[in-house]
């Protein structure tokens, strides 16, 4: 008697154990990531070494821009921006950010929490 006792004891407090750790591994967000293409207006075709910036820009001046990152594009014209440090769990929204393409302001980009966000950019 004794030792089913001890048996059913061993079994709940492992039962306990198991059940609190597969808790802690259920939710594992994604990655947040912008990613802006830049093509050539005539040919279509995507432009290497090409500087991108993504910045927001205050308007009164007074706050300390919260992200304000350069990259150049690829060979395939391309520029990717990992953001998924900044998203915060339960955050409505993510960010709008303006871009500028070699120092020219060219539109903004509305990035989404926890998808790949992609904007495509024309120049001459």
């Keep these: 008697m004794n030792l089913l ?33 830049v093509m050539d207006n005539n040919t279509n075709s995507p432009i290497e070494n090409i500087s991108v910036r993504l910045f927001f820009d205050n308007s009164n001046g007074a706050n300390v821009p919260l992200y304000d990152v350069v990259k150049n594009t690829l060979s395939n014209g391309t520029a990717s921006f990992d953001f998924s440090d900044g998203y915060k769990d339960g955050q409505g929204g993510f960010a709008v950010l303006d871009i500028e393409v070699n120092g020219v302001f060219v539109g903004v980009i509305n990035i989404i929490e926890m998808t790949t966000t992609e904007k495509v950019i024309y120049i001459q």
């Design 5 to 37: 006792n001890t048996y059913y004891r061993i079994f709940i407090i492992l039962s306990i154990i198991i059940c609190f750790s597969s808790l802690n591994s259920c939710y594992k967000p994604d990655q947040t990531i912008a990613i802006i293409r």
